[in-house]
C-alpha cells in the first residue's frame, strides 16, 4: 500500500496531470520486470478511418495541378486554383489516376455530394481544393458554405437521432471539443449569459475541465453536483431532475455519453428532461458535450431534443480516430433562447456589448450568438482571420461524407465491436457477470471498487478501504505493481475509490491484463482487512 501521507499531495491535481507520475512509476515497473507497460488513462483511439485519409490525400495531389496549372515557376512557385471548369478537369485527372489509392472512393464522394445537396459542381470542387491547398483566409469564418451544410446532415444522424427537429443549426468549426469548451464558457460569459457568482448544474461523474473551468478567476461560477448514481446503472432519473427546477441554476452541463462512465441519457431521461424544460425551466441553458454518441446505436442528443435551449459540441477525433486532426464543431440552432436572452438584457448591457462588437457591424445587437463565439475566440479584434484551417474543414467534410455514404453503417459496427470486444475482456478477467445497458458506448467504463465491495464481499471491509485506503492508492498501485495507468476516479467526481479505464486506446489482450491487476488490487485490500482483524484476534 503507497503511503497515505505521499498521496495526499497530489489530491487537488487533474487526474490528466496525476497520470505523468503514475506513467513515471509504471515506466519503471515495467523496466525492472517482465510486464508489459500499458496506459489505459487516454482516450486516443488506436484505430483510424482510412478511406476517407486515402481522398484527402488523393485531393491534395490534384490541387497541386491545379496550382501548377494557373503559375508554375521553376522556383516551385504556384498559382491559386481557380473554379471554372475545375469540376470536368478533376473528373478527367481522376480517370487518369484510377490506380491510385483512394481514386474511387474520391469520385464517389465528391458526386455523392454534388448529387445528395445539389451543390454546383464547380463550387464544390473548387471550395474543396482551394481549401485543401491552404491559400486562403476561412470565409465564411464560421465555416465553409458546402462544408456546414454536409457536416449539417452528419450531425442530424450522429447527434440528434429520431424524430429530427425542425429548422436548422448554424454550425462552428473548431479546434476540437477542447477549443469548443473555451469558446463557448468564454462566449456566455461575455454575453452576461452567465456571470460570476451565478450557479450550474453539472451531470456527474463528468470530464475533469467542466468541474475545474468553472471555478477559475475568469468565470467564478458557483455548481451543483447532479449525481447519476452506480446504483441506477449510471442513468439520471426524475429526482436527479427536480433540482434543475431551482431558477437559481442558469445552466446545466453535461457530458452525454458520460465521460467516464460511457452511459448516454435514455429515452426516459430525455423525457423528463423535455418535459421540465417545457413547462418550468424555459430559460434553461443546456450545454452538452457529445463527442462518443456515435458509439451508441440510436443515440439522440439534447441537441435533438431541445435544440432551442441548447449549445452541442461535437469532435471528430474519437470516432475517426483523429484526434490529432483537430476537428470539433460547435452548434446552435437559429431559434434559440439565447438570442433571446441577448436581445432581453437591460439597457446598460445591450450599450457594454455594443461597445465589445461595435468593430464588426454596425448594427452590433443584430450579431447571433454563434457570430459572438467566433468573434470571441479571436478576441474580437482578430474576427476577421477567425475559423479553423480550410485543410482541417476537408477532411472534416471527408469524414461527414464517408458516414453519409455508409448505409449499411459498417464502419460505425465496426468501430462498436472493437470497444465492446476490449470491455467483455475486462469484465471477464475481473470474474464477474455483468450486462451493459444499452445506452452504454464502451469507449470507457469505472472500475468502482466501493461498489463491488459493498455488494460482493461486505460493508465492514468498504468501511476498513475508507478508513485506511487513500483513494489514489487503487491507481498507484496498479502503475507500481503491474505496471498499468488508469485514472482516479475521483477526479471526476465519480466514487472516489473507483478508477477510469478508456477501452479504445490499447490492443485487445490488454484488457484481460487489466482486468486481471484491478481484481489483484482489490483482493488485496480484502486480504488487508482480514490480516488487520486477525492482529486484533
Not at 469532435?315 to 441577448?342: E, P
Not at 461595435?358 to 474576427?383: E, M, Q, Y
Not at 498507484?476 to 505496471?483: D, Q, S, T, V, Y
Not at 487489466?514 to 486484533?536: D, P
Request: aromatic share 10%; glycine share 8%.
Amino acid at each position: 500500500m503507497v503511503e497515505t501521507i505521499s498521496l495526499r499531495k497530489y489530491e487537488t491535481l487533474s487526474p490528466f496531470e496525476v497520470k505523468d507520475e503514475l506513467i513515471r512509476i509504471a515506466r519503471s515497473t515495467t523496466s525492472q520486470s517482465n510486464l508489459a507497460f500499458l496506459n489505459a488513462g487516454r482516450g486516443n483511439p488506436n484505430w483510424i478511418a482510412t478511406k476517407p485519409r486515402e481522398a484527402f490525400f488523393l485531393l491534395g495531389q490534384f490541387a497541386i495541378t491545379e496550382s501548377t496549372r494557373i503559375m508554375d515557376l521553376p522556383a516551385g512557385v504556384g498559382g491559386m486554383p481557380q473554379a471554372p471548369g475545375i469540376a470536368a478537369r478533376f473528373d478527367a485527372w481522376l480517370a487518369r489516376h484510377t490506380d491510385s489509392p483512394g481514386a474511387g472512393f474520391l469520385g464517389a464522394i465528391v458526386h455523392f455530394a454534388i448529387d445528395r445537396f445539389g451543390f454546383k459542381p464547380d463550387a464544390f470542387v473548387h471550395e474543396l481544393v482551394d481549401s485543401i491547398i491552404g491559400d486562403n483566409y476561412p470565409v465564411p469564418d464560421r465555416m465553409l458554405v458546402h462544408n456546414e451544410q454536409i457536416v449539417h446532415e452528419y450531425l442530424m444522424w450522429a447527434m440528434c437521432g429520431e424524430p429530427r427537429p425542425t429548422g436548422k443549426f448554424d454550425l462552428y468549426a473548431v479546434e476540437g471539443g477542447t477549443a469548443a469548451m473555451c469558446y463557448i464558457f468564454k462566449s456566455l460569459k461575455a454575453a452576461r449569459l452567465l456571470n460570476p457568482g451565478d450557479t450550474i448544474a453539472l451531470s456527474v461523474p463528468i470530464f475533469t475541465p467542466y468541474l475545474e473551468m468553472p471555478h477559475l478567476e475568469d468565470y467564478g461560477l458557483n455548481i451543483v453536483n447532479i449525481r447519476a448514481a452506480r446504483e441506477d446503472v449510471y442513468q439520471l432519473i426524475a429526482s436527479d431532475f427536480e433540482q434543475l427546477e431551482d431558477p437559481k441554476i442558469k445552466a446545466f452541463f453535461l457530458v452525454n455519453p458520460g465521460n467516464p462512465t460511457g452511459v448516454a441519457l435514455d429515452d426516459d431521461a430525455i423525457r423528463l428532461l423535455v418535459e421540465l424544460v417545457n413547462t418550468k425551466r424555459k430559460d434553461l441553458i443546456i450545454l452538452t458535450d457529445d463527442v462518443y454518441g456515435t458509439f451508441v446505436p440510436g443515440f439522440r442528443s439534447l441537441l435533438g431534443a431541445l435544440p432551442r435551449n441548447t449549445i452541442g459540441v461535437y469532435s471528430f477525433s474519437k470516432y475517426f480516430g483523429c484526434t490529432g486532426w483537430r476537428l470539433g464543431v460547435i452548434a446552435i440552432h437559429q431559434d434559440n433562447i439565447f438570442d433571446a436572452k441577448i436581445a432581453a438584457h437591460p439597457e446598460d448591457i445591450k450599450q457594454a456589448l455594443d461597445r465589445r462588437y461595435g468593430a464588426l457591424t454596425l448594427t452590433p445587437r443584430d450579431v447571433k450568438f454563434i457570430d459572438r463565439i467566433v468573434a470571441d475566440s479571436r478576441d474580437v479584434a482578430l474576427n476577421h482571420t477567425a475559423g479553423l484551417s480550410l485543410p482541417q474543414q476537408v477532411m472534416m467534410t471527408m469524414f461527414s461524407l464517408a458516414e453519409m455514404m455508409d448505409d449499411k453503417k459498417e464502419y460505425q459496427k465496426a468501430c462498436m465491436e472493437i470497444v465492446h470486444h476490449r470491455f467483455r475482456l475486462a469484465v471477464e478477467s475481473l470474474g464477474l457477470d455483468l450486462k451493459a445497458p444499452p445506452t452504454f458506448d464502451a469507449y470507457y467504463g469505472l472500475f468502482d471498487l466501493e461498489y463491488w465491495l459493498r455488494n460482493n464481499v461486505s460493508p465492514e471491509v468498504l468501511e476498513y478501504v475508507r478508513a485506511n485506503v487513500h483513494p489514489l492508492d487503487i491507481v498507484f498501485r496498479l502503475a507500481e505493481e503491474h505496471g498499468i495507468v488508469l485514472l482516479n476516479g475521483g477526479g471526476f467526481a465519480a466514487p472516489n475509490w473507483s478508477a477510469r479505464v478508456s477501452f479504445a486506446n490499447l490492443d485487445d489482450e490488454a484488457y484481460a491484463n487489466i482486468g486481471r491487476a484491478v481484481r489483484a488490487v482489490a483482493t488485496g485490500y480484502v486480504r488487508e482487512y482480514e490480516a488487520a482483524n486477525r492482529a486484533k484476534g
